[in-house]
């Protein structure tokens, strides 16, 4: 599943690409993908807004709509949720979409997911939506005394805690493993357990993670994809993700994969501790 580096990748690039055009014609070839209104409104409804502003929370894209007769946004927006496979190309060619938007300047945003677990939706205020009321803060939106707060006293295995977005944003599995790699903190140990070092080395370690990620155009495991279709750079700085079996690249041992949390989880049992 795209993370916070390969959204935040796709958020800056349509920043760039998309801003201040308008839908002027909405193509659905598979509704499952939206989530509301029904296929027939959600095309009505987009048709002739402008796209006025891109923003990013968690892994939710939102394009921020005004109408013709508005310079300013709505209020109404397009909330995009990749989920596991979904990707979002421009220029498409609408030949493998779910949904493509014809914009203003002639070309397509082709919406593609394979396995249809994406969500397309308008919304008259993204900020209600239940998801994101239940966020947890963002790792670049808070310092490391807070980071420490909310690791206080909990006892669930550290790896796991990351990946719940109601206690921190945006770190899915790949960035766990990484962060705690570089952290060498073992992923089955309890939050509690760490000390105030190790919390302020982990803090450190997932910023410096998602921020080299970002940099590289995030990590192309499955079908994720830049907004150009290219896929992103940073597989090739993974330390463990995916490496089981192989040698750690700090010490030699070979690299364990267990299962926490239902998520496969890699770690040097050599290095972490």
Avoid at 147 to 169: G, H, M, R, W
């Amino acid at each position: 599943m795209p993370e916070l580096p390969e959204v935040e990748t796709i958020k800056q690039e349509l920043d760039k690409a998309i801003v201040n055009k308008k839908i002027i014609g909405v193509v659905v070839n598979n509704a499952k993908v939206i989530r509301e209104p029904k296929k027939e409104k959600f095309v009505a409804e987009l048709k002739n807004t402008t796209i006025k502003n891109i923003i990013r929370r968690g892994k939710l894209l939102i394009l921020e709509l005004s109408s013709p007769r508005q310079t300013r946004p709505s209020g109404k927006s397009l909330t995009i949720h990749l989920k596991m496979t979904g990707q979002l190309i421009y220029p498409g060619n609408g030949k493998m979409s779910r949904v493509s938007f014809k914009l203003s300047d002639g070309k397509l945003l082709d919406f593609n997911d394979t396995r249809l677990f994406g969500e397309l939706r308008i919304v008259d205020d993204w900020r209600n939506l239940k998801f994101i009321k239940e966020l947890g803060p963002e790792p670049f939106d808070i310092n490391a005394d807070k980071f420490k707060e909310l690791l206080a006293n909990k006892k669930t295995k550290i790896k796991v805690l990351l990946l719940d977005q109601k206690f921190i944003s945006g770190i899915g599995n790949l960035y766990a493993n990484e962060s705690l790699f570089r952290a060498r903190i073992n992923p089955v140990r309890p939050a509690s357990s760490l000390s105030d070092k190790e919390k302020d080395l982990l803090f450190e370690q997932i910023k410096k993670v998602l921020s080299d990620a970002i940099q590289h155009k995030g990590s192309s495991v499955d079908q994720y994809v830049q907004l150009s279709g290219k896929p992103g750079e940073y597989v090739e700085y993974h330390r463990v993700y995916d490496r089981e079996g192989e040698k750690c690249f700090k010490c030699g041992n070979k690299v364990k994969r267990i299962a926490l949390g239902g998520r496969g989880t890699y770690f040097c049992s050599s290095c972490q501790k």
